[in-house]
């Protein structure tokens, strides 16, 4: 009788669904998915901080949701059964974040009720969450809402900073890093184009840059 040997919860394989997703298949800068809410919500690090906490949620519990009962969802109408759970999800995202951080919950304003559009959400449901089991699920949902979420707040940060000189974190006063540390007095004037959409598509241009320089097997021959 052979004897089958259980798969440990943290093995290297279900390690590199949470690790891939930072660096090598990134959804945003390698996959280029997500993008919008990349270049609209991070012009102050808590916008960012706070979307990628949600796109993280509905990602994990979507994911978990659908692996469940992958083996019931028809699959003429799997899509819509999608949609329906992430809606229902982001449904009870919004008002968590209008109860506990209002004012941020204000300024992402529509952005958080357009989560159900976002395409790693959809994605990941559609290519793993229907095809495994649902502690790989989890993993996967919380590799790709981490690597959206650190693109998000890597662009979030540099934006802020050279654009109003100060840094932004939810539940913490504003950090004027540039008056505390005597950048203005040095002849720094804050740069008005870091707080437009246009300076993220620049900056993610260069973290694409940089991701690929360092890791040349990713760039296309």
Do not use: H
């Amino acid at each position: 009788m052979s004897e089958t040997k259980s798969e440990s919860l943290f093995s290297k394989k279900n390690k590199a669904l949470i690790t891939n997703p930072l660096n090598k298949i990134n959804p945003v800068t390698i996959q280029v998915l997500g993008i919008c809410s990349a270049l609209a919500v991070t012009v102050q690090m808590d916008n960012a901080i706070v979307m990628s906490v949600a796109v993280t949620a509905v990602l994990v519990l979507g994911n978990l949701i659908v692996s469940l009962m992958r083996n019931v969802i028809p699959s003429k109408i799997r899509i819509i059964v999608q949609l329906v759970i992430v809606a229902g999800l982001v449904i009870i995202v919004d008002q968590v974040l209008k109860a506990y951080v209002y004012d941020v919950s204000k300024k992402l304003s529509v952005f958080v009720g357009l989560i159900i559009t976002n395409c790693i959400i959809m994605g990941r449901l559609e290519a793993f969450a229907l095809g495994n089991k649902p502690w790989a699920s989890i993993l996967d949902g919380v590799g790709n809402g981490f690597g959206y979420g650190l693109v998000l707040i890597v662009v979030a940060f540099f934006k802020e900073l050279f654009g109003s000189g100060a840094l932004t974190i939810p539940g913490f006063e504003k950090f004027e890093i540039f008056k505390a540390i005597g950048i203005y007095d040095m002849g720094y004037m804050d740069n008005g184009l870091m707080l437009l959409p246009p300076s993220s598509l620049f900056i993610v241009g260069i973290y694409i840059w940089v991701q690929k320089y360092r890791n040349p097997d990713l760039i296309e021959s």
